[in-house]
């Protein structure tokens, strides 16, 4: 599966924006999927997952009750609408998926399919 992140820009603190992760080659309905984020110098950090579609999902600490992660089998698209956001969330937005028969927690190095990262910027 191809993925491609898109979505990202410049917000004021308090802001909204939604991303966008488009697949394509594979539907995503057979993936698990999430979104992580960096920060040049730091590690990837774990934002939101979508283990399969119907079931729960799952969210870092910093980012509960902000943001919502959610996917349309029908456009093949997950997204990642995030409220509230504050300085701290600048980094470059990364989409990712695993095989939903490949089980494992939310680590980077657990998922195996990257697009390419989108840019958020939360200006104070």
């Known amino acids: 599966v191809q993925l491609q992140a898109s979505g990202g820009g410049l917000v004021q603190a308090g802001g909204s924006l939604r991303l966008s992760c488009a697949a394509s080659?594979?539907?995503?309905?057979?993936?698990?999927v999430a979104w992580f984020r960096q920060v040049p110098g730091l590690e990837r950090e774990f934002v939101s997952a979508d283990p399969f579609s119907g079931g729960g999902t799952y969210y870092g600490v910093p980012m509960r009750g902000r943001f919502t992660i959610s996917r349309d089998n029908a456009k093949n698209t997950v997204y990642l609408q995030m409220n509230s956001l504050e300085p701290e969330d600048t980094a470059i937005y990364y989409c990712a998926a695993r095989p939903i028969s490949a089980s494992g927690g939310y680590k980077y190095y657990e998922f195996g399919y990257w697009g390419r990262g989108t840019l958020v910027t939360v200006s104070s």
């Open positions: 080659g594979r539907t995503i309905s057979d993936y698990a």
